[in-house]
Antibody
């Protein structure tokens, strides 16, 4: 059974940093691109970042480019999102997700339950 | 970047009725269009991909159609568990993008 378990969310002051993790199991992690998708409270879904299965290629939404870094450790079956210079508008539930199609730009079959990031003073 | 516009914002219907949800893209996405259902406190669930292919275990009362810029999700007869928010998503070009959602409520 595929499982994605996010962690690392919390309350941080604007300008601060957080690192999110997504522990994956039940599939061959290194074979699939992975993404982070966020949802601000009461709002819609926004794709944030994606990374290829090898980890060599990373992609970002304009809203986070230069502040967030996506990475993965295929030996640990774990996806990361390093978030710096956090802003109030980054407050959201952050999901990790992936597609059986294997690509970054794809539909998302599988989702975790999310970890909440709150950037507030 | 491609922008997706969903309509209506809210659809008020009763169990047993037909629901028709629209998604329009700012430029062609071919058939690279997916639909998701999200209930309160839950992650989104994939319903459709490739505009008209049902995802695993999705009942056949859900159907999708369209190509290019105009897409439709139809729920033939609403069941109580279908009352939720529905999002479309394009994956025809980077970055992947979601519509703003349509809420189907009673």
């Amino acid at each position: 059974e595929v499982q994605l378990l996010e962690s690392g969310g919390g309350l941080v002051q604007p300008g601060g940093s957080l690192r999110l993790s997504c522990a994956a199991s039940g599939f061959t992690f290194s074979s699939y691109a992975m993404s982070w998708v966020r949802q601000a409270p009461g709002m819609g879904l926004e794709w944030v970042s994606g990374i290829s299965g090898s980890g060599f290629n990373a992609y970002y939404a304009d809203s986070v480019k230069g502040r967030f870094t996506i990475a993965r450790d295929n030996s640990k079956n774990t996806l990361y999102l390093e978030m710096n210079s956090l802003r109030a508008e980054d407050t959201a539930l952050y999901y990790c997700a992936f597609s059986r199609a294997g690509e970054v730009v794809a539909y998302f079959d599988y989702w975790g339950q999310g970890t909440l990031v709150t950037a507030s003073s | 970047e491609i922008v997706l516009t969903q309509s209506p914002g809210t659809l008020s219907l009763s169990p047993g009725e037909r629901a028709t949800l629209s998604c329009r893209a700012s430029q062609s996405v071919s058939s690279y269009l997916a639909w998701y259902q999200q209930k309160p406190g839950q992650a989104p669930r994939l319903l459709m991909y490739g505009a008209s292919s049902r995802a695993t275990a999705i009942p056949d009362r859900f159907s999708g159609s369209g190509s290019g810029t105009d897409f439709t999700l139809t729920i033939s007869r609403l069941e109580p568990e279908d009352f939720a928010v529905y999002y479309c998503q394009q994956y025809g070009s980077s970055p992947p993008a979601f519509g703003q959602g349509t809420k189907v409520d009673i």
